[in-house]
């Protein structure tokens, strides 16, 4: 490749995206990477170790996310503060606690209309809506 096309290259790509921005076309809808859960499993209890990290990627409220795992994995449990990590009174693969988290990520954080995950979660009353900040599509959603 010469400098020469890297330069047109370059230039290509400022003008795409200074048009998009005045535009201003509906933000991009990026894939995101579901963040997988690090488990890690000592005697009886299975411990989320980056439960804190996944809530803040989804943009969650700890208290959902848990009560939703708990409830579907029929576990008490507890949420440590200070490692930001959920405890499991139980034993848990952590391919079983993946599984639940995409379906959880399905549900509770990807706009079903366009596909985007920057939605906020609400409650209305009794109704939880999921409000998608890309095409204000709102949707109620099963309460946990
Ligand atoms: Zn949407």
């Not at 995206?17 to 933000?27: G, I, M």
């Not at 000592?42 to 980056?50: D, Q």
């Not at 409830?71 to 990590?85: F, I, Q, R, T, V």
């Not at 409650?123 to 959603?141: H, N, P, Q, Y």
Request: with cysteine; charged share 25%.
């Amino acid at each position: 490749m010469s400098p020469r096309t890297t330069f047109y290259g370059y230039e290509w790509m400022l003008d795409r995206l200074y048009s998009s921005v005045s535009a201003k076309t509906v933000k991009a809808v990026t894939r995101r990477e579901v963040p997988k859960a690090k488990v890690l499993i000592t005697g009886s209890y299975t411990v989320i170790r980056n439960f804190k990290d996944i809530t803040d990627t989804l943009r969650r409220d700890i208290k959902h996310l848990m009560r939703y795992l708990l409830k579907e994995l029929g576990s008490p449990g507890n949420y440590d503060e200070s490692s930001g990590s959920l405890i499991l009174h139980g034993r848990f693969s952590a391919q079983a606690i993946n599984i639940l988290l995409n379906r959880y990520i399905k549900m509770y954080v990807i706009c079903p209309t366009c596909g985007s995950w920057d939605t906020v979660l609400k409650r209305k009353d009794r109704v939880w809506i999921l409000m998608c900040e890309a095409c204000g599509a709102e949707t109620s959603v099963k309460p946990v």
